[in-house]
């Protein structure tokens, strides 16, 4: 079943980074959560065939590649983030033939195929596993089993506590402890195994091999732990990722694995990347995985995190850009996805997150858009305590359980659920009023947020100072114009501009956002070429809308 690329779109994509060495560096990714795109068997479930049906929306909407979260064989007790087989379709999503089928369906719209890796944890239910709870000699040594403290054992090995709550261990009936950083039914790896690496770069070469164009590594940082696996002496553990250094996260050792699937990934003929979805506590910690001789691309956590304010925003806007220029790698800008709540809530109103939009596709390098937010969707925060599948719901402490907020199944059509959705029902339920949000109703419609979405990335792609800047472009001059060293690699500078607004150029293009509740006028920067909301402007003078973001051109 292996194929190659073929469709000629695939080699004009990212047309903006091609010649300094990537189609990634600029390219503008998809997330589908695959249980909720679209379901193609009435099971109430997204599946891969539902994806591969609903692909030419992503290729109308003007993205470059589509991610897709695990469809692989799991209990599925972490919306299947616990893998009991990486070489096998869940039968819920499918079978591998449809695996293949998407993804060379996929590569004749000219979209790449990303796919998720976990290789932090298992599932209990992985083969491993059930060999490691059965005493098989060896089978322990892939994971973190350790005796625990006090006079008979009775307490964990260490202070650690999992990411959904309560404590990282769990006993086994014969009173050994082992390791899980997030659910009990995810039992962490143990890297120090060369077993363990040897398995995932088969693994890896089982999915390049079917076609693939690269891998979203889950929790990159997390795969080695500190020697020793010494106590925090600490409570409250979760709210500390990414933000203090800690003994089971952000291990210098994790490094080395990224290198050597480096060299895996550039062992094919057609480039494939590798992105982490890493937490660390600076920019400078984070840049260490897309060194040159590691991952392609990482998560900007601190972006999606940043507060709507222009200091902030500026502050971790040139944080973000100094740090990966620091080693030649793209920045990423990323707003929403499965694990958080939906931007068009945490900003407060569809204005802003429409005005976000348009800043982080303004901004140089790679962006990522979760499915549903080119829709304007907005968090779903009223589902009943019993539709909920978030495993961290029911532990408490840890992660807040309500991530089942923004992984309800998007509308298609209709005006009530399941909105096209599949043919019959949802796993989550959907809202009602959801019909004008949906893609037949927004498509055509100028003022609709879809529209804008697809005005946005049409126009990423035709503006030659927009995407990835090419290597070594100067800095432009301007009476009290300034940039930081990583926005002035990539072209981009920052203008004097009122309070509340924050004003950039790149070549050939300016972006203005205004973060105000009120109209603001300035100096017109150029001519407009799309805003969020509409603009007043005579050519001299601009009537900023409130919180809105527009393009000009220079």
């Not at 992985?126 to 060896?138: D, K, Q, V, Y």
């Not at 005005?455 to 301007?478: F, I, K, Q, S």
Request: glycine letters at 10%; aromatic letters at 10%.
């Amino acid at each position: 079943m292996t194929h190659e690329l073929t469709a000629s779109r695939l080699a004009s994509a990212s047309s903006n980074a091609t010649a300094s060495g990537g189609w990634w560096r600029d390219a503008v990714i998809y997330q589908v959560y695959v249980r909720s795109f679209a379901d193609s068997d009435g099971d109430g479930i997204g599946d891969l065939r539902g994806v591969r049906e609903r692909l030419p929306h992503l290729a109308r909407l003007g993205v470059d590649a589509v991610w897709l979260t695990p469809f692989y064989v799991s209990p599925q007790a972490d919306g299947g983030y616990d893998v009991a087989d990486y070489r096998a379709v869940d039968p819920l999503f499918g079978d591998l033939s449809d695996a293949d089928d998407l993804i060379r369906a996929a590569h004749a719209l000219g979209l790449r195929v990303i796919v998720d890796v976990v290789p932090n944890h298992t599932s209990e239910q992985h083969a491993w596993f059930r060999e490691a709870l059965a005493g098989e000699p060896g089978a322990r040594d892939r994971y973190h089993f350790h005796p625990g403290r006090g006079p008979c054992g009775e307490l964990p090995p260490n202070d650690w506590e999992s990411v959904f709550g309560g404590p990282a261990w769990s006993r086994t009936p014969d009173g050994a402890w082992y390791l899980h950083l997030f659910a009990p039914e995810q039992p962490d790896l143990n890297w120090e195994n060369p077993e363990v690496a040897e398995e995932f770069s088969a693994v890896l070469r089982f999915w390049l091999d079917l076609g693939v164009d690269g891998f979203r590594v889950d929790v990159a940082h997390g795969m080695v732990k500190a020697p020793g696996l010494p106590d925090i002496g600490r409570g409250a553990q979760a709210t500390l990722i990414g933000i203090e250094p800690l003994p089971f996260f952000d291990q210098d050792g994790v490094h080395a694995i990224h290198r050597s699937w480096r060299r895996l990934l550039d062992s094919y003929e057609v480039p494939r990347i590798g992105v982490a979805e890493a937490w660390a506590p600076t920019s400078e910690r984070l840049a260490l995985y897309v060194r040159p001789d590691e991952l392609h691309q990482a998560f900007n956590f601190r972006f999606l995190n940043c507060p709507w304010d222009t200091t902030a925003l500026r502050t971790v806007i040139d944080e973000s850009l100094a740090a990966t220029a620091s080693v030649g790698a793209p920045t990423t800008w990323v707003l929403s996805n499965h694990d958080v709540v939906r931007h068009r809530t945490r900003y407060g109103s569809l204005a802003r997150a429409r005005a976000a939009a348009l800043l982080m596709l303004a901004l140089p390098g790679s962006a990522y858009v979760y499915q549903g937010e080119e829709l304007g969707l907005p968090e779903v925060t009223d589902l009943p305590d019993s539709a909920r599948r978030d495993p961290a719901f029911a532990r408490g402490a840890g992660q807040d359980g309500l991530r089942d907020g923004c992984r309800v199944p998007i509308p298609w059509s209709g005006e009530e659920p399941p909105y096209d959705f599949g043919p019959a029902g949802s796993w989550l339920p959907q809202p009602a009023g959801w019909g004008g949000l949906s893609v037949a109703a927004q498509t055509g419609d100028p003022h609709s947020t879809l529209e804008l979405y697809r005005a946005a990335l049409e126009l990423r792609r035709a503006m030659p100072g927009l995407g990835a800047p090419e290597a070594g472009l100067p800095e432009t001059d301007g009476a009290g114009a300034s940039a930081g060293a990583g926005a002035a690699e990539s072209g981009m500078q920052w203008l004097p501009a009122p309070e509340g607004v924050l004003l950039f150029t790149r070549p050939g293009f300016a972006c203005t956002l205004n973060t105000r509740p009120v109209p603001l006028e300035m100096p017109s920067p150029g001519r407009p070429v799309l805003s969020s909301a509409p603009v007043e402007t005579d050519g001299r003078t601009v009537r900023l809308p409130p919180d809105s973001c527009t393009w000009w051109s220079l």
